[in-house]
């Protein structure tokens, strides 16, 4: 399986920008995706094959990297971005990244 | 709109067995691959199983196949998880997910709220 490395938790505050992290275990070209879940909430889709921002997701949010590194950015950020970012990959069976807790101070 | 509801969940004891379902609407069902995924208590999201759109192949993580079965009712737009010989490592919400598999294995662009299964005797 692939493995999908996340730094654990980010603190920031609101109007700044944040960057999280995804490193692969192998080259993932990219297929790699990322998700935001909100406390009792299920996963919702940020962004799609690296860079594509889904229909309905604010324009604050951005994705990039190809390989083993991937950055989702969220610039700025705001109060409601309080979740943990999950991303996801489908280079073979989908795997998902332990997970960051994005905290604002 | 895209809605997905689960249904089944429940505690269960090691060992024995339990069905999930997975109401869909507001979109062609017969038209997507469909996934279950699941997520343990205070843990990060694993991908459980994949059916394509029209049930002809089906894809499982490791530590499930030959116990869960996955399947499809196209006329009923209803997905199934199927879960035999259940295990404490099973304890998990389960989500039902659209699965784009566009690019190999895709992504999941919709997700249900999640059912809760609890294996413990």
Not at chain 1, 47 to 66: C, D, T
Not at chain 1, 72 to 87: F, G, H, N
Not at chain 2, 34 to 56: C, F, H, N
Not at chain 2, 102 to 120: E, K, N, P
């Amino acid at each position: 399986d692939t493995v999908l490395t996340q730094s654990p938790a980010l603190a920031v505050s609101p109007g700044e920008r944040v960057t999280i992290s995804c490193r692969a275990s192998e080259s993932v070209s990219t297929l790699m995706h990322w998700y935001q879940q909100k406390p009792g909430q299920q996963p919702k889709l940020l962004i799609y094959l690296a860079s594509n921002l889904e229909s309905g997701v604010p324009a604050r949010f951005s994705g990039s990297g190809s390989g083993t590194d991937f950055t989702l950015t969220i610039d700025p950020v705001e109060a409601d971005d309080t979740a943990t970012y999950y991303c996801q990959q489908s280079w073979n069976d989908p795997t998902f990244g332990g997970g960051t807790k994005l905290e604002l101070k | 709109e895209v809605q997905l509801v689960e249904s089944g969940g429940g505690l269960v004891q090691p060992g024995r067995s339990l069905k999930l379902s997975c109401a869909a609407s507001g979109f062609t069902f017969s038209d997507y691959a469909m996934a279950w995924v699941r997520q343990a208590p205070k843990k990060g999201l694993e991908w459980v199983a994949t059916i394509i759109y029209d049930g002809s192949s089906t894809y499982y993580r490791d530590s499930v196949k030959g116990r869960f079965t996955i399947s499809r009712d196209n006329a009923k737009s209803t997905l199934y998880l199927q879960m035999d010989s259940l295990r404490s490592e099973d304890t998990a919400t389960y989500y039902c997910a659209r699965h784009i598999t566009i690019a190999a294995m895709g992504y999941f662009d919709y997700w249900g709220q999640g059912v809760m299964v609890t294996v413990s005797s």
